[in-house]
């Protein structure tokens, strides 16, 4: 079940699904509107025995933004892999808060988000994790990963396991920092000018998460828009070292639907 409601400058947007046994899920959700917008979603998943969701939160563009996520296991041994990525600059604003409610036994988690802020932009990343008392076997990670490009970048991480059960494996971790000095030396020793490096680093870090995308088509155009958006701008630079390509046809994506 979705409802949306909203208007040119601002939406707010709730998403709902039950995932059945045995089930398996895709969930994608873009983000990439303009530097007024204001976004606000909420998805929530039920997922039931062995259900399995691939969940992508892919944030490129938009002055504010906040997704609100929760995930419930309400059945054992199922899985839930949840991806996001988010580039903001000028004073955009980005606040991804996730929780997932392990209440069933043998079920997996694992939360990866990766952001690039610059200039005055901030982020937010709050993940919590309730493991309950009859959940054993629970396997559950986290991990946040931001790269500031100014000094006037923010953000601000807080993964977060409340742990019920005695037998578990859970960990979390975050990272926030500025390009790796060794890497772009690297890179220039070997002829490559400071900006395509940079790029080149940029790119490397963002791939990690789109490489999760299951549909080769999106993630082709997904990729061209994230080289695009590092270049700070919607036109091809025929000196960058990425080559952004430019589609002849209009895309289409085949996606099978004789199972539903």
């Known amino acids: 079940m979705g409802v949306i409601c909203g208007h040119q400058d601002g939406a707010i947007a709730t998403f709902v699904e039950r995932i059945w046994v045995g089930a398996h899920f895709e969930h994608y959700k873009l983000q990439n509107l303009n530097n007024s917008s204001t976004l606000v979603s909420t998805t929530v998943m039920h997922l039931e025995k062995e259900a399995h969701l691939e969940s992508h939160f ?3 563009n938009g002055g504010l933004i906040r997704n609100n996520t929760r995930i419930d296991f309400q059945g054992k041994d199922g899985t839930a892999n949840v991806y996001g990525l988010y580039l903001m600059d000028r004073k955009q604003h980005i606040d991804n808060q996730v929780f997932v409610d392990h209440a ?4 997996t988690s694992n939360e990866m988000f990766k952001g690039i802020l610059d200039e005055n932009a901030s982020g937010v990343f709050n993940g919590h ?12 990670y986290q991990s946040n990963r931001n790269i500031l490009l100014t000094d006037t970048a923010k953000a601000n991480s807080k993964p977060f396991l409340e742990i019920y ?3 578990v494996k859970c960990s979390h971790g975050s990272t926030t920092g500025q390009l790796d000095s060794e890497a772009m030396f690297y890179l220039r020793q070997r002829g490559i000018g400071e900006d395509s490096a940079r790029m080149l680093l940029l790119y490397a870090f963002a791939a990690e998460v789109v490489s999760k995308i299951a549909i080769p088509q999106l993630r082709s155009r997904i990729e061209d828009m994230i080289k695009k958006r590092l270049m700070g701008e919607l036109q091809i630079c025929e000196q960058c070292v990425l080559h952004c390509s430019t589609p002849e046809h209009p895309v289409e994506f085949e996606i099978d639907l004789s199972k539903i």
């Open 58 to 60: 892919l944030s490129m």
């Open 104 to 107: 069933m036994p043998g079920c």
């Open 129 to 140: 994790v309730l493991v309950r008392k009859d959940a054993q076997k629970t396997n559950a």
């Open 165 to 167: 059960a005695d037998d």
